[in-house]
Every structure is written in C-alpha cells, then in structure tokens.
Nanobody, 115 residues
Framework: QVQLVESGGGLVQPGGSLRLSCAAS????????MGWYRQAPGKQRELVAT???????VYADSVKDRFTISRDNAKNTVYLQMNSLKPEDTAAYYCTRGYPPPQYWGQGTQVTVSS
C-alpha cells in the first residue's frame, strides 16, 4: 500500500522560503518518479516539479530558479525547497508518485504567501 504524507506548509511572507517534505510508504520508492503538483483556488492543478530515480529534475517555468526538488531514498522522502515565494505560489501542494498522470497522490499541504 502506497501512502504519501506531506508536511511543511504554512503562511509565509512574499520573498520568504518554505521546505515541503513528503514521506512515502510502500515498496519501490527508490525506483519511482516523484513529483509535486499544486492547485490554487479556481485554477487547474499544475505540475510544479518532478525528480526521477536517477535524480533528473524537471520544473515548471513559473518556479525555475526558485524551487528545488530533491529526494532521500534512504528515508523514502522527497522535498521541495521553495525560495523567493510570491503570492501567486499560494496553493495546495500535493506529493505524487508515478509518471504523469501520477498513480498516487498525497492529501496535500497548504502554502499561503501573503503579507
């Protein structure tokens, strides 16, 4: 049984930073593509970043040079370091596993960027 549990969301001022974590259970984590998606109110869910089992990363244009996805296979955990946050980054952020469309989703963690 695959479970993904996100943490680290919260309220942050524009220009601030947050680090999201996703703890994964189940087999084959190290061989899985992991990712982060987000959904803002009234908008479609969008891909933020993915990381392959080999560490190859892909980012949405809107977060390039500000966000960094990483993984620790020993801890079955994937991270999203978010810097220089903007109000438009406000959304629920979801951890995923599997190639798009991902097969598994976490419950989401809210990130709010506001002064």
């Amino acid at each position: 049984q695959v479970q993904l549990v996100e943490s680290g969301g919260g309220l942050v001022q524009p220009g601030g930073s947050l680090r999201l974590s996703c703890a994964a259970s189940g087999n084959f984590f190290s061989s899985s593509l992991m990712g982060w998606y987000r959904q803002a109110p009234g908008k479609q869910r969008e891909l933020v970043a993915t990381i392959s089992n080999g560490g190859i990363t892909v980012y949405a244009d809107s977060v390039k040079d500000r966000f960094t996805i990483s993984r620790d296979n020993a801890k079955n955990t994937v991270y999203l370091q978010m810097n220089s946050l903007k109000p438009e980054d406000t959304a629920a952020y979801y951890c995923t596993r599997g190639y798009p469309p991902p097969q598994y989703w976490g419950q989401g963690t809210q990130v709010t960027v506001s002064s």
